[in-house]
T-cell receptor, first 114, second 114 residues
Framework: DTEVTQTPKHLVMGMTNKKSLKCEQHMGHRAMYWYKQKAKKPPELMFVYSYEKLSINESVPSRFSPECPNSSLLNLHLHALQPEDSALYLC?????????????FGPGTRLLVL | AQTVTQSQPEMSVQEAETVTLSCTYDTSESDYYLFWYKQPPSRQMILVIR??????QNATENRFSVNFQKAAKSFSLKISDSQLGDAAMYFC???????????FGDGTTLTVKP
């Protein structure tokens, strides 16, 4: 199974809402990533978890809060977002974060902030 | 900081023909990995091909091959016998060993004409 799943597929939220994005993989990967992608742009790294510990935070605003409850699951909690946060949010995983392993991407959650 | 440059925002190719997508990168490191990812209009990003910098031999994967010129810091992707399903945005990515994150180019949108 080389699949990364993400839920929900689409999400519309107001600026005062609290919502969460979920990502799951069952490949035994120990590194998991959150990316933000705007249309026709490359993915921008937000967070990297390695062995369930936050290893990289790319200076992401605190209205985005990641969580890694276990080695298979990655959440992104959203609160008080801005319209400019509307984007495709991609989750990815890899065997480790050394770079030699391929990242497997999920289909993404398309987020619209009104 | 590492940078990845894809100088062709858009390319088109006739079905069954060959096309080459260019990628250059800037790094002072000697140990790293290079990737080409494909993101079709459905938006799930998948790996096309990867190359270890320490390997002189160019990677190949069926109809996909790379021309890796380490001294020139060039990593182009050749797609032979192009198919309609090859239409997608292609991202070149650089990953320094043990750095935890990839640097992506801005992408090249490939159109395949029947």
């Amino acid at each position: 199974d080389t699949e990364v799943t993400q839920t929900p597929k689409h999400l519309v939220m107001g600026m005062t809402n609290k919502k969460s994005l979920k990502c799951e993989q069952h490949m035994g990967h120990r590194a998991m990533y959150w990316y933000k992608q705007k249309a026709k742009k490359p993915p921008e790294l937000m967070f990297v978890y390695s062995y369930e510990k936050l290893s990289i935070n790319e200076s992401v605003p605190s209205r985005f809060s990641p969580e890694c409850p276990n080695s298979s699951l990655l959440n992104l909690h959203l609160h008080a977002l801005q319209p400019e946060d509307s984007a495709l949010y991609l989750c990815a995983s890899s065997q480790s974060w050394t770079g030699r392993e391929t990242q497997y991407f999920g289909p993404g959650t398309r987020l619209l902030v009104l | 900081a590492q940078t990845v440059t894809q100088s062709q925002p858009e390319m088109s190719v006739q079905e069954a023909e060959t096309v080459t997508l260019s990628c250059t990168y800037d790094t002072s490191e000697s140990d790293y990995y290079l990737f080409w990812y494909k993101q079709p209009p459905s938006r799930q990003m998948i790996l096309v091909i990867r190359q270890e910098a320490y390997k002189q031999q160019n990677a190949t994967e069926n109809r996909f091959s790379v021309n890796f010129q380490k001294a020139a810091k060039s990593f182009s992707l050749k797609i032979s016998d192009s198919q309609l399903g090859d239409a997608a945005m292609y991202f070149c990515a650089y990953h320094r060993t043990n750095a935890g994150k990839s640097t992506f180019g801005d992408g090249t949108t490939l159109t395949v004409k029947p």
